[in-house]
């Protein structure tokens, strides 16, 4: 029988994981097909009851229900519920499990840099969907200090109440860093983030969250001042691997034509 996969959100049009896992069924001789699905909030119940039936085989979720789907589980791995955030859904012995699989993306695209977080002081804008994993792998590599910046201060401060050890700063301030972080959409659709980064020197690590373009304004201007650059497209890789990994029990291979099925969309 033909299994079943999604990857539910919203807005969904843009989500490049049907192009990947499908290729990976394809390469593992996997008898699925992975599909996405525009969903609302009143849809989670159902949609996760099926996955109980059987109909569906697994579910990965994006922003905005990475927490919305918490309650529909029964149970969590420890990283998703320390994050309150569940990227990967599988059903095991019967139990709806809810796993989040960004942050081990976002470890394993950290390592392939050969840039050492420890001790370091990481400056993080936007408190989005994705930041929660991000914070927690920051946390185990052992860096010295997070500082976040959000426009809605309110988010922020949420997340505070989450990792006590976060330091927060107005949107539009800026402090000195070892790695910044953009965490926000902007660069999305072309748009700059208006801060001035050219007075902290070179050599810091600037990382973008996306990967589409392949080269924000951010990081265009993070290499013109001399400092290494990295966008977020090994995160989702990764991400995708370990949900993967969770629902087929294989590694699937991460190669030059995975990397070239996700150039441009
Ligand atoms: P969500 O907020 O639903 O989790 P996201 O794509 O994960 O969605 O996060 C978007 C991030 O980009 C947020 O941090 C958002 O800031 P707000 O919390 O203030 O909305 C940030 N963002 C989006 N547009 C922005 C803008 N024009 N200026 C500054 N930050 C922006």
């Given at each position: 029988m033909m299994k079943q996969y999604f990857v539910i959100g919203n807005p969904i049009?843009?989500?490049?994981?049907?192009?990947?896992?499908?290729?990976?069924?394809?390469?593992?001789?996997?008898?699925?097909?992975?599909?996405?699905?525009q969903t609302n909030e009143e849809d989670l119940k159902l949609i996760l009851h099926e996955i109980k039936e059987k109909k569906i085989n697994g579910i990965n979720v994006t922003v905005p229900f990475k927490k919305a789907v918490i309650p529909f589980l029964d149970k969590l791995s420890n990283e998703a519920e320390q994050t309150q955030s569940v990227?990967?859904?599988?059903?095991?012995?019967?139990?709806?499990?809810g796993h989040n699989t960004d942050i081990s993306g976002f470890t394993k695209a950290i390592k392939n840099l050969n840039f050492n977080l420890e001790s370091k002081k990481i400056f993080i804008l936007g408190a989005g969907?994705?930041?929660?994993?991000?914070?927690?792998?920051?946390n185990k590599m052992n860096v010295?200090?997070?500082?976040?910046?959000?426009?809605?201060?309110?988010?922020?401060?949420?997340?505070?109440?989450?990792?006590?050890s976060l330091e927060i700063l107005d949107w539009g301030d800026i402090t000195?860093?070892?790695?910044?972080?953009?965490?926000?959409?902007?660069?999305?659709?072309?748009?700059s983030i208006n801060l001035d980064f050219s007075k902290f020197g070179n050599n810091k690590l600037?990382?973008?969250?996306?990967?589409?373009?392949?080269?924000?304004?951010?990081?265009?201007?993070?290499?013109?001042?001399?400092?290494?650059t990295e966008n977020g497209k090994l995160m989702f890789i990764y991400?995708?691997?370990?949900?993967?990994?969770?629902?087929?029990?294989?590694?699937?291979?991460?190669?030059?034509?995975?990397?070239e099925l996700l150039k441009n969309d």
């Open positions: 049009d843009h989500s490049l994981s049907p192009k990947l896992h499908n290729y990976w069924f394809k390469t593992n001789n996997i008898k699925a097909v992975y599909d996405k699905k990227n990967t859904i599988i059903l095991k012995n019967n139990n709806l499990e969907g994705v930041v929660p994993s991000i914070i927690f792998a920051l010295s200090q997070i500082i976040i910046s959000n426009r809605t201060k309110k988010k922020a401060e949420d997340l505070k109440s989450q990792f006590h000195d860093f070892d790695v910044i972080i953009n965490a926000t959409s902007l660069g999305l659709n072309k748009e600037f990382y973008d969250v996306i990967y589409n373009p392949i080269e924000t304004n951010f990081l265009r201007e993070g290499k013109k001042l001399g400092n290494k991400q995708a691997f370990e949900a993967f990994k969770l629902w087929h029990g294989v590694e699937p291979p991460i190669n030059s034509e995975v990397l």
